[in-house]
């Protein structure tokens, strides 16, 4: 992005706290792309070594693809094209490969968006504290200087095919090939998924798997023709859920533009839960590390998932690790605590086998594999999952959250009740009978309210009770 006064470059727009996303031609363009590759290979002290870079289906990001690649061989790294991936492929690579890259996605937002994840070797996050901003200044000023250094031994540019190996290496971590056959409704959303079902849970590269995979919009169209590529909106789950039903599948996987995150739908077409889905994937990881002589393994969870996840952790012999919201702090507490695995309300759901990253698609086989090696239907198996009755994120919007938050808290004081303030401030009833926890969004003028509760006439209202304080 130009200022027109003194024709400098700032690209704060578009560099965030975890990622960099902008507006095609407006705050990302290809000569931004080319400087912050080329301040990526810089500020990492890349030159010399491995540098691996893919995209998504977006029209821009073959594009954004060569600039990158362009910048970071410009500064002597030597760059392989991933060509179109997911972001879970990008993490993969560079796991398995042990190299630093970058994708060029905007995940679930609309068509005129694009943005890069990056990594470190290994598959590290890189994020403000670890990076980002310093990436952002070097492109800037390669930017305002108008003219990137060449250095003394520019790097070569290579194209590296890796979603047969990442399809392989999924399927080492979750054995497949004993399940019953199932009939699966997959909903790619002209995402990546498009791509990745068919390599993994299909015959497109390996083997063939014991499922009848039904496709669902799996053209990669990055203008995205059929509906948002984000199932965490309801309106997006609808063709998905219609289709299950029509097909008499046995569940429905939705992912999002960059695939990787996964939401699943039972044989109804009923919504599964995230937190179901976390306690059904932990279940399943804690066993497999107490087989490996593992003693406590350890799960993560965000504050926002139900608190059925850490019971059924520590009833199945792990310990529950409660952490923000937020793929970083995830990223983070999982390589601290050594944990097996990490779930959040959202559908990231993280893997020690997986370099600490979240895959959608691990996510979808584990529970594929729970399904499959049981005889029953997935809304009975989901329902030993979720106990309680959840409202869901609520927004409100509310220009002064802090105050409102207080009210809240004035209008339970005296209550045998707990607050605590690990993300937004959650309150919860001493007898376990419900909780629910307020976070005021960072970057839009919303206050985020998600309750729980014992059953459905507690949680509607507990949930009514907040929602008219915050909104009176």
């Known amino acids: 992005m130009t200022s027109e006064q003194n024709n400098t470059f700032d690209l704060s727009a578009s560099f ?16 931004i792309v080319t400087a912050v590759g080329a301040a990526f290979v810089d500020t990492l002290g890349l030159a010399g070594q491995t540098v691996l870079v893919g995209g998504d289906m977006r029209p821009s990001s073959l594009e954004f693809i060569k600039a990158f690649a362009d910048g970071a061989s410009r500064r002597g790294a030597n760059v392989q094209l991933l060509d179109l991936i997911s972001t879970d492929e990008l993490y993969y690579a560079c796991g398995a490969l042990n190299a630093a890259g970058a994708t060029f996605t905007a995940s679930h937002n609309p068509a005129q968006y694009n943005g890069i994840k990056m990594a470190k070797a290994g598959a590290q996050p890189i994020s403000s504290e670890t990076g980002l901003k310093e990436i952002q200044a070097l492109a800037e000023q390669y930017l305002n200087e108008g003219a990137i250094p060449e250095a003394e031994a520019v790097g070569t540019i290579a194209v590296r095919d890796v979603l047969k190996d990442y399809s392989a290496y999924l399927r080492k971590l979750v054995d497949l ?6 009939k699966v409704v997959v909903d790619a959303g002209n995402g990546m998924a498009g791509l990745t079902t068919p390599a993994v849970l299909g015959d497109a590269l390996l083997p063939a798997l014991p499922f009848e995979i039904v496709p669902l919009y799996f053209e990669l169209d990055g203008s995205f023709p059929n509906h948002p590529a984000n199932p965490l909106e309801p309106e997006n789950l609808r063709d998905l859920q219609a289709a299950v039903v029509k097909h008499g599948a046995d569940i429905g996987l939705a992912f999002d533009g960059d695939a990787d995150r996964c939401f699943v739908v039972d044989e109804k077409g009923e919504p599964v839960s995230p937190s179901a ?12 590390a107490r087989a490996a002589g593992e003693e406590v393994p350890v799960i993560i969870h965000n504050l926002l998932t139900s608190k059925a996840v850490p019971e059924l952790i520590e ?3 792990g310990r529950p690790v409660r952490t923000r919201v937020g793929h970083s702090f995830i990223k983070a507490v999982m390589a601290e605590e050594g944990a097996v695995f990490g779930g959040e309300h959202s559908a990231h759901f993280y893997f020690r086998d997986f370099w600490n990253a979240d895959t959608g698609m691990l996510a979808a086989m584990h529970v594929l594999a729970a399904l499959g090696e049981q005889d029953g239907p997935l809304s009975e198996l989901g329902r030993q999952y979720e106990p309680y009755v959840s409202s869901g994120e609520i927004n409100s919007e509310i220009e002064d959250k802090a105050a409102a938050i207080e009210r809240v808290r004035a209008d339970f004081e005296g209550e045998d009740i707990d607050i605590d303030h690990l993300d937004g401030s959650t309150f919860s009833a001493k007898d376990g009978s419900w909780w629910f926890n ?25 949930r009514d009770r907040v929602l008219a304080i915050v909104r009176g």
């Open 16 to 31: 965030k706290a975890y990622d960099v996303r902008g507006i095609v031609g407006e705050t990302i363009s290809a000569e």
């Open 177 to 182: 090939s004993g399940s019953r056959p199932l």
């Open 277 to 288: 889905i976390t306690g059904m994937v932990a279940r399943r990881e804690i066993a497999r």
């Open 315 to 317: 009833e199945d012999g």
């Open 438 to 462: 307020l976070r005021p969004s960072n970057t839009e003028p919303f206050l985020r309210l998600n309750a729980e509760a014992k059953d459905a006439e507690t949680m509607s209202a507990v």
